[in-house]
Nanobody
C-alpha cells in the first residue's frame, strides 16, 4: 500500500483544514489507519485513528472535539477534518497504515505517507 497525504497549508488560528490521504491497492479496508504529527524539535505524536470499517475512532486529548477522522473505503481515502485550529497544531501531518499493536504508537504503523505541512498562524 502506498499512501499520499495532502491538504495542508497555512491557516489562521480558529480556521479549519481538511487533510486527505489516498491509498493505493485493493486492501485498504483491511487496515486501521491513523494520523500522526511532528512539530519542529519534537517527536511524532498520535493524533487520531480509525477502525477498518470506520465505526470506531480514537483521538489524542489535544485534538478531541476539534478534529474528526473519517474514511471512505470505496475511494481508498482517509480524511482528517481539523477545526478550531491553534498555533500548537502546527506540524507535519502523516497518515499511516497500522500493522499490529496499539493504535497510539507510531512504531506499530508499517507504512507512511510523505507528510503534509500544516501551519497555523496566531
Amino acid at each position: 500500500v502506498q499512501l499520499q497525504a495532502y491538504g495542508g497549508g497555512l491557516v489562521q488560528a480558529g480556521g479549519c483544514l481538511r487533510l486527505s490521504c489516498a491509498a493505493s491497492g485493493r486492501t485498504f479496508s483491511n487496515y486501521v489507519m491513523g494520523w500522526f504529527r511532528q512539530a519542529p524539535g519534537r517527536e511524532r505524536e498520535f493524533v487520531a485513528a480509525i477502525s477498518r470499517s470506520g465505526g470506531i475512532t480514537s483521538y489524542a486529548d489535544s485534538v478531541k472535539g476539534r478534529f474528526t477522522i473519517s474514511r471512505d473505503n470505496a475511494r481508498n481515502t482517509v480524511h482528517l477534518q481539523m477545526n478550531s485550529l491553534k498555533p500548537e497544531d502546527t506540524a507535519v501531518y502523516y497518515c499511516g497504515k497500522k500493522g499490529g499493536g496499539d493504535w497510539y504508537v507510531d512504531s506499530n504503523y508499517d507504512n507512511w505517507g510523505q507528510g503534509t505541512l500544516v501551519t497555523v498562524s496566531s
